[in-house]
């Protein structure tokens, strides 16, 4: 896009074209890269998240997945709970390229047990900001750091809101920016090693300077649940997650 063109575009709409050229970019690398940044903690995140989110919603949800990306959540809610259906929502079309490549993968391994991954989860391109579903269209949502990509949270929250029927779950993992900034996570870990491995690792110097950066202007995780709050949610537990908070979980119905 010229100069010109993006002047004559609305300032979320820049950033989150921005966002979007960024993650397509990264995307055939993505995975290598969150394996070697958070020495594989991310998986276990997920999964904590993913059992919040499934506990209590019955044999067959519906669920999305916001910002599914390369869609290692969708895929491990489809393994956790067979009855479940996902749509894995991203904006990043190469994102969801390489997801879609990860589940034919995982649907050869997983042929002869009869596990039905890909009829299961559905990668759609949708923006977080305008999402193309009914009200009430699911029973609950799931998202791994996407929300402090979203240019306009406000707004993406009352979407969530909108979407998930209501006595239904969201669960959310994040980077939320810290209370206080701790040395070893925030000045050293994230503001300079995580950068260079991500450039290691993706050969992409900037989506890896964007990452702490993007976490510095984010916002606590208790003025997260205070907009979830805002947006209608009425129960919202925010926790921090081992190791030493690094990442929290939200979780709001
Ligand atoms: C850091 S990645 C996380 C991907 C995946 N959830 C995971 O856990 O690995 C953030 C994802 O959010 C997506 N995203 C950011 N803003 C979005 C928006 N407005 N609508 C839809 N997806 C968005 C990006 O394209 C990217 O794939």
Same mark, same amino acid.
């Given at each position: 896009?010229?100069?010109?063109?993006?002047?004559?575009?609305?300032?979320?709409?820049?950033?989150?074209?921005?966002?979007?050229?960024?993650?397509?970019?990264?995307?055939?690398?993505?995975?290598?890269?969150?394996?070697?940044?958070?020495?594989?903690?991310?998986?276990?995140?997920?999964?904590?998240?993913?059992?919040?989110?499934?506990?209590?919603?019955?044999?067959?949800?519906?669920?999305?997945?916001?910002?599914?990306?390369?869609?290692?959540?969708?895929?491990?809610?489809?393994?956790?709970?067979?009855?479940?259906?996902?749509?894995?929502?991203?904006?990043?079309?190469?994102?969801?390229?390489?997801?879609?490549?990860?589940?034919?993968?995982?649907?050869?391994?997983?042929?002869?047990?009869?596990?039905?991954?890909?009829? @299961?989860?559905?990668?759609?391109?949708?923006?977080?900001?305008?999402?193309?579903?009914?009200?009430?269209?699911?029973?609950?949502?799931?998202?791994?750091?996407?929300? @402090?990509?979203?240019?306009?949270?406000?707004?993406?929250?009352?979407?969530?809101? @909108?979407?998930?029927?209501?006595?239904?779950?969201?669960?959310?993992?994040?980077?939320?920016?810290?209370?206080?900034?701790?040395?070893?996570?925030?000045?050293?870990?994230?503001?300079?090693?995580?950068?260079?491995?991500?450039?290691?690792?993706?050969?992409?110097?900037?989506?890896?300077?964007?990452?702490?950066?993007?976490?510095?202007?984010?916002?606590?995780?208790?003025?997260?649940?205070?907009?979830?709050?805002?947006?209608?949610?009425?129960?919202?537990?925010? @926790?921090?997650?081992?190791?030493?908070?690094?990442?929290?979980?939200?979780?709001?119905?």
């Amino acid at each position: 896009m010229s100069t010109a063109d993006t002047r004559a575009l609305p300032k979320e709409r820049i950033a989150a074209e921005h966002v979007q050229q960024m993650f397509d970019r990264i995307a055939p690398r993505y995975d290598a890269a969150n394996r070697v940044m958070s020495a594989g903690v991310d998986v276990l995140w997920r999964r904590k998240a993913i059992g919040r989110l499934l506990d209590g919603l019955g044999e067959s949800p519906r669920l999305l997945d916001l910002g599914a990306g390369t869609l290692d959540g969708a895929v491990e809610i489809a393994r956790r709970a067979p009855g479940a259906r996902v749509i894995a929502a991203d904006f990043a079309r190469e994102m969801l390229r390489a997801g879609r490549a990860k589940l034919r993968d995982l649907q050869g391994d997983h042929a002869s047990s009869g596990v039905n991954l890909a009829a @299961r989860v559905q990668p759609q391109i949708a923006d977080g900001h305008s999402l193309p579903y009914t009200d009430g269209a699911f029973d609950g949502a799931f998202s791994a750091f996407c929300v @402090r990509n979203l240019a306009d949270l406000p707004r993406a929250s009352r979407e969530l809101r @909108r979407v998930v029927r209501p006595g239904g779950r969201i669960a959310i993992l994040e980077f939320f920016r810290p209370e206080r900034s701790r040395f070893f996570f925030d000045k050293l870990y994230n503001a300079r090693v995580l950068p260079l491995l991500g450039w290691a690792v993706t050969g992409d110097r900037e989506a890896y300077r964007y990452l702490p950066a993007s976490i510095a202007a984010f916002r606590t995780r208790e003025e997260y649940a205070a907009l979830l709050r805002d947006a209608g949610f009425s129960h919202v537990d925010a @926790r921090p997650l081992f190791p030493s908070g690094v990442a929290s979980l939200v979780v709001a119905s």
